[in-house]
């Protein structure tokens, strides 16, 4: 959630100088790289810290620690995609005395879309916990959650990384 927000109120905060960057030589790749790195390194670490903290105070099993602890890495990621695909579709240039850099739809909309990744990547987790004989019998391991949720996960990063990018570009091109 917090590189969500972090992302997605990137853009509206640059304010009208956001078009001296897109005319500047940047190359859009460039800048797009820019905008997704920055909050990337600063959701990390409460993503990094609090699934090992959890685990800790909780005594989570080794298989459930990583578990947790990869399904935040994933959903950290995945948060600054879906803001820096939104960021440009619905940033708020006006100028007034409380700017709110982001119009309400698009955080909405964000958020939203995070729950709805959310739920995909932990639906084999979800899957396991609560039908494991069935999931057992059909040969579903707790590893086997594991990557499963990691490869949906992927997928949906790869999805948000295109979209982000072609929308940075279009934003760049207008």
């Given at each position: 959630?917090?590189?969500?927000?972090?992302?997605?109120?990137?853009?509206?905060?640059?304010?009208?100088?956001?078009?001296?960057?897109?005319?500047s030589?940047?190359a859009?790749?460039?800048?797009?790289?820019?905008?997704?790195?920055?909050?990337?390194l600063?959701?990390?670490?409460?993503?990094?810290?609090?699934?090992?903290?959890?685990?800790?105070?909780?005594?989570?099993?080794?298989?459930?620690?990583?578990?947790?602890?990869?399904?935040?890495?994933?959903?950290?990621?995945?948060?600054?995609?879906?803001?820096?695909?939104?960021?440009?579709?619905?940033?708020?240039?006006?100028?007034?005395?409380?700017?709110?850099?982001?119009?309400?739809?698009?955080?909405?909309?964000?958020?939203?879309?995070?729950?709805?990744?959310?739920?995909?990547?932990?639906?084999?987790?979800?899957?396991?916990?609560?039908?494991?004989?069935?999931?057992?019998?059909?040969?579903?391991?707790?590893?086997?959650?594991?990557?499963?949720?990691?490869?949906?996960g992927?997928?949906?990063?790869?999805?948000?990384?295109?979209?982000?990018?072609?929308?940075?570009?279009?934003?760049?091109?207008?």
């Amino acid at each position: 959630m917090f590189g969500l927000f972090i992302s997605i109120i990137s853009m509206g905060q640059e304010g009208t100088a956001i078009w001296n960057l897109y005319a500047s030589p940047l190359a859009t790749k460039s800048l797009f790289r820019a905008k997704l790195v920055a909050p990337l390194l600063v959701s990390l670490i409460p993503a990094i810290a609090l699934p090992i903290a959890v685990s800790l105070i909780f005594s989570f099993t080794p298989m459930w620690s990583i578990a947790l602890f990869s399904s935040s890495l994933v959903l950290c990621t995945l948060a600054v995609f879906i803001g820096n695909y939104l960021a440009p579709k619905y940033m708020d240039l006006e100028e007034k005395p409380r700017n709110a850099y982001i119009r309400g739809t698009g955080m909405m909309l964000g958020f939203l879309e995070l729950v709805a990744c959310g739920l995909a990547v932990m639906l084999p987790f979800i899957f396991y916990v609560f039908w494991r004989e069935y999931a057992l019998s059909i040969g579903v391991t707790s590893t086997m959650a594991i990557l499963m949720s990691a490869a949906i996960g992927i997928a949906l990063m790869e999805v948000f990384y295109r979209l982000a990018f072609g929308s940075m570009k279009k934003v760049s091109l207008e």
